[in-house]
């Protein structure tokens, strides 16, 4: 069966400092794909990357970057020199690519960037 | 950029009332979901559907049933509502990709209490 363990229930840091969000998945599967989502305030979940389980490259896209290492099932998202806009949920999820392909949510990361 | 709606956007009822989720998207997804947001964050699958006439329950157990009669609208009803059911709502539809696994999106959500 498949589980994201989102270990950090909140983390706060000052603006400008780096965070990073730890995800930690099981799945049996040899064909997954990871994704992560932002929860603002406003409550709606907002789509920010998937990678699949064949693709180990780190990805950045801004401020923004992924270290996904199928070694330690980790797919881990940092936060370069933070910014208040950036205080939200963020969830990490996981879909297997045999049976009904839902995706499965860990119980997410609070995050709150100080000013 | 997704069009995925939901009405009302917040919902106070009282106990013993059936009430209707509404929930529409304009991207011609097949596949469409509705998760249950507890307030200490958790997202739980209560229900999914593949398309029109199909729907399956999710991982939660829930007392709400879902239709599918068009492909764009997939509603969910509380016969009887309850404190229990206060949470918020959330519908997401997705295009089937490779492996059937392309992200989500989220429309803004439903935030029902139940008194």
């Known amino acids: 069966a498949q589980k994201v363990t989102q270990a950090q229930t909140e983390i706060s840091v000052v603006e400008k400092e780096d965070v990073t969000l730890d995800c930690v998945y099981e799945?049996?599967?040899?064909?997954?794909?990871l994704f992560w989502y932002k929860q603002p305030p406003s409550g709606e979940l907002v789509f920010l990357i998937r990678?699949?389980?064949?693709?180990?490259q780190n990805e950045i896209s801004g401020r923004y970057s992924w270290n996904f290492q199928k070694s330690t099932s980790s797919f881990n998202f940092t936060i370069t020199a933070s910014q208040v806009v950036d205080s939200a949920v963020y969830f990490c999820?996981?879909?297997?690519?045999?049976?009904?392909?839902?995706?499965?949510f860990g119980t997410g990361t609070r995050l709150t960037v100080i000013p | 950029e997704a069009d995925i709606y939901q009405t009302p956007r917040y919902l106070v009822i009282g106990t013993g009332k059936k009430i209707t989720l509404e929930c529409s998207q304009t991207?011609?997804?097949?596949?469409m979901y509705w998760y249950q947001q507890d307030p200490g964050m958790e997202l739980h699958l209560i229900h999914y559907?593949?398309?029109?006439?199909?729907?399956e329950k999710g991982d939660l157990s829930s007392e709400s049933t879902v239709s599918r009669i068009r492909t764009e609208h997939f509603p969910l009803t509380l016969e009887s509502a309850r404190p229990s059911h206060t949470s918020q709502y959330l519908c997401?539809?997705?295009?089937f990709g490779v492996g059937g696994n392309s992200p989500l999106h989220f429309g803004n959500g439903t935030r029902l209490t139940v008194t």
């Open positions: 997401a539809s997705s295009g």
């Open positions: 991207m011609g997804h097949d596949k």
């Open positions: 999820a996981l879909s297997e690519a045999t049976g009904a392909n839902n995706l499965f």
């Open positions: 799945t049996r599967d040899t064909t997954y794909y």
């Open positions: 990678r699949n389980s064949f693709d180990e």
């Open positions: 559907s593949y398309g029109v006439n199909s729907t």
